[in-house]
């Protein structure tokens, strides 16, 4: 049964998107069932073409990508979210939604990231950090990935993504 997580930010431009584009890729080429989805609770409509070019140069393929709001994920017909991740501060002090799609609701965890768009330097800077950001979620999707997903029970899941947090 496929797992299904959910990375929020603000905007959904830029660090949500660097997420879900890093955590299908692994998630593939491990061969592990995770499906990941990223959204914002107030999303801009565009994304970053900075993030875009950090993960096409990674080898992710970006076509279908597209800035969303997390209401995409309260209907009935949303798919059964096991994890919610957000990713920037803003992100992890509001209140989120109620999820459907599931018997209950997923297990919510922040994995915070500077804002890559902020970055000095102009467009050489913001490229570094860009794939600095990528790299560094990248490593903690990994860590996502090694885990038992199918056999973990919500405090076990919820102490291991603290943990990777932490890290």
């Known amino acids: 049964m ?12 830029a660090r ?4 879900e584009g890093m955590l299908n890729h692994w998630a593939r080429r491990l061969g592990v069932d995770v499906q990941a989805h990223s959204a914002g609770s107030a999303p801009s409509g565009r994304i970053n073409p900075f ?7 990674a ?3 970006t076509s ?3 800035s969303k709001s997390w209401d995409e994920f309260t209907t009935p017909d949303a798919p059964p979210l096991a994890i919610v991740i957000t ?3 803003s992100a992890a002090a509001e209140q989120c939604p109620v999820f ?3 018997n209950s609701q997923p297990v919510k965890v922040h994995w915070g990231y500077p804002d890559p768009s902020n970055a000095e330097g102009g467009d050489e800077g913001k490229r570094r950090a860009f794939e600095l950001t990528r790299q560094a979620i990248g490593y903690r999707m990994l860590q996502l990935l090694q885990l038992p997903l199918a056999s973990m029970d919500r405090a076990a899941l919820q102490q291991a993504l603290t943990d ?4």
């Open 2 to 13: 496929t797992t299904h997580v959910l990375i929020l930010c603000t905007h959904n431009s």
């Open 16 to 19: 949500s998107v660097l997420s």
């Open 64 to 66: 279908g990508y597209r």
């Open 87 to 89: 990713v920037c501060d």
């Open 51 to 57: 993030a875009l070019e950090a993960l096409r140069n």
């Open 164 to 167: 990777i947090a932490g890290r």
């Open 100 to 102: 459907f799609g599931g």
């Open 59 to 61: 080898g992710v393929d």
